[in-house]
């Protein structure tokens, strides 16, 4: 195989043992360089973990490295154990972190961890996670760090010698191999340069139309339209269903690889399926969070077999996933942000735009910005684009369990883990005061609340560490042996109800008189453990329960057809399969508590049967594709 130049660079490093941290623009072709890592591992016969954010992109890279390496691959993602032991072990970051922390004895064999998307660790929700792997990471274990263009590479390369005392190299990769042109769409012209913008005079709206007949036209088909919102996508993609992007005989492929794997997926009666056929006819179709889990798939599936044209899609399509098009188009350049809308930072636009140009088959790329000069203004539009990436900055906010986990090896020696953070290594003194503080303040709850006596963990502590994001409510109904008086239907309303983030304006539907009792229980719970986290001053609170979900759980764990549990939630379907499969994995790590009873472990294994059926079953996906 013919290398680029920095790819080249790095495996030399790596050959030589060097632990590895790649900055290089998406699409430039990162994954060559763990593909090798894997390669000289298992000539080696030693062990290598590939972690990846979010579970879609972990799947994708088990189906991609078993194709490869097949019988020496595996996944662990919570709601998926496939091949746990395997030579190649593919996990999310969450899984490797708690690895780490609770058995770290489990990771003798690995020699090598990869982690993908290494930038995540400014992510404001989970970006610590990948801190805490990082800065936890067993000392015979080498890193390769594989992220989008950062400008303050150099600054985490020595951060992470700086902790682990050994070198790490650095390769800086700045050109794509297809280059990008960027065009912009305003009152319905297209322009090539973005000065032009201010010479516009607002008098006509952009017609989607005349931008897909421009992309046709051009030969700039197949194009990615990436929208920020999931019912946007929707209506664009039947917006255009008016046109037809494929010949007799395209048609009549794609509809008959589209029933096929629907027919593999079990989507052969599926509403949602079934509705979108008349769109896959003309090549087009929409993609997003919304959606089943199965039809996401088929739907990437026909993309990658190149006759979907034209695709609509919110921005989780452009992480990671290797499905790049001739042509990006962005709805808009602002997005929400946590709390406000504001201009897309200039690395998540490139994120996606970086899906544009396909290597060894297009010699350039184009990216297609729609702008409305009443909601953006052209230097915002030139920021997004022309700036440097934003700075991977700290997310460290250490959770309950982790600090119950560093307690019990380090007891009140825990602060000196501290300056080991990238936080601290980036961060001003008041704000390393501060971060101080808030660990002191979360041990001292802790300890003040019955997890710490006499300096070991109580009963209370060692369940509450076992359990990430969700350890105080949980832990309460364990310490009030609530747990021990709960059948299947109330463990898994619990776990729904604990995991569940409800999206803006939904509404709780409907409450039986059991789902009722929890709720009540757990509000309570929630308001004494919110007074006490105001009283020390921890942030952020702990999440409120939400029971948006507990009717259809408990349809579901009474047999009912996924179609008509629907009918008790206004959540999307898709939303309700991922909602599921994290209370599948919320209760396995119960289940796994070594404290835990006999009980509660066959209650919990019972709950788990039921719910983790039909289209719940992640591992059904996975074998079945």
């Known amino acids: 195989m013919i290398y680029d130049r920095f790819q080249e660079e790095a495996i030399n490093y790596i050959n030589q043992g060097y632990s590895v941290i790649v900055s290089a623009p998406t699409g430039a072709g990162k994954t060559a360089i763990a593909e090798h890592i894997i390669q000289l591992s298992l000539e080696n016969n030693i062990g290598v973990i590939y972690t990846a954010p979010i579970k879609a992109l972990s799947n994708q890279k088990f189906r991609d490295f078993q194709h490869q390496f097949k ?25 490797f972190r708690n690895k780490i922390l609770d058995e770290p004895q489990s990771l003798d064999k690995y020699s090598w961890v990869i982690f993908d998307e290494i930038h995540y660790i400014d992510n404001p929700e989970r970006g610590t996670v990948w801190e805490e792997s990082l800065m936890f990471l067993p000392e015979h274990i080498k890193i390769l760090g594989l992220s989008a263009t950062i400008p303050n590479i150099k600054q985490l390369t020595e951060w992470l010698q700086s902790i682990h005392k050994k070198t790490i190299k650095m390769v800086v990769e700045d050109k794509r191999p297809v280059p990008l042109h960027f065009f912009f769409q305003c009152q319905n012209q297209i322009l ?28 700039g088909l197949p194009c990615i339209y990436f929208v920020f919102g999931r019912r946007r996508a929707e209506d664009l993609a039947w917006e255009l269903g008016g046109y037809n992007f494929l010949n007799t005989s395209e048609r009549d492929q794609i509809f008959s690889l589209y029933e096929s794997l629907c027919v593999r997926f079990d989507l052969k009666n599926e509403k949602s399926a079934t509705e979108l056929i008349p769109l896959i006819k003309r090549g087009i179709a929409f993609h997003h969070a919304g959606m089943l889990p199965t039809l996401k798939e088929v739907i990437e599936r026909l993309f990658t077999s190149r006759l979907l044209k034209v695709i609509f899609t919110t921005e989780t399509f452009a992480l990671g996933i290797n499905m790049p098009s001739r042509s990006v188009i962005f709805d808009e350049l602002r997005k929400f942000y946590g709390k406000f809308v504001r201009p897309l930072k200039t690395r998540d636009f490139f994120q996606m735009a970086g899906r544009a140009g396909r290597r060894g088959i297009d010699k350039e790329g184009f990216v297609y910005s729609r702008v409305n000069l009443m909601r953006i203004n052209p230097l915002d539009v030139k920021n997004v684009i022309y700036s440097r990436s934003e700075q991977v900055k700290s997310q460290f906010n250490t959770s309950y369990a982790t600090i119950l986990n560093l307690y019990e090896k380090y007891q009140d020696n825990l602060y000196k883990i501290y300056p080991k953070s990238l936080h601290y290594f980036q961060a001003k ?21 019955g997890y710490i006596q006499n300096k070991a963990l109580t009963p209370k502590g060692q369940f509450a560490k076992s359990v990430y994001g969700y350890e105080l409510i949980l832990s309460e109904f364990y310490s009030r042996s609530f747990f021990e008086q709960m059948d299947e239907f109330t463990l898994g309303i619990l776990a729904v109800a604990a995991v569940f983030e409800p999206r803006k304006n939904q509404h709780i539907l409907s409450l039986s008189k059991n789902s009722k009792n929890i709720r009540r229980i757990c509000e309570e719970m929630h308001e004494t453990i919110k007074q006490r986290e105001i009283r020390y001053r921890v942030r952020p609170l702990t ?51 070594p404290i835990a009873s006999h009980t509660l472990k066959q209650r919990i294994k019972e709950a788990v049967r039921v719910i983790n059926r039909d289209i719940i079953d992640a591992e059904k996906q996975l074998r079945e594709g």
């Open 71 to 95: 019988d020496a691959v595996g996944i662990l993602t919570g709601d998926v154990s496939l091949n746990p032991e395997a030579q190649v072990l593919i996990m999310t970051t969450e899984i």
């Open 192 to 219: 090539d340069k973005i000065d032009n913008l201010k010479k516009i005079k607002p008098y006509r709206a952009n017609k989607l139309n005349f931008l897909i007949d421009y992309l046709q036209e051009k030969d």
């Open 429 to 449: 003194k008041y704000q390393q005061q501060d971060a101080l503080r808030l660990m002191e303040a979360k041990l001292n709850l802790l300890k003040d609340t």
């Open 543 to 593: 999440k409120l329960p939400y029971f948006h979900l507990a009717q259809a759980m408990e349809a579901w764990l009474r047999g009912t057809e996924f179609s008509k549990i629907l009918q008790f939630t206004d959540t999307d379907e898709g939303e309700v399969v991922r909602y599921f499969r994290m209370s599948v994995q919320i209760l396995r790590e119960i289940q796994d508590i």
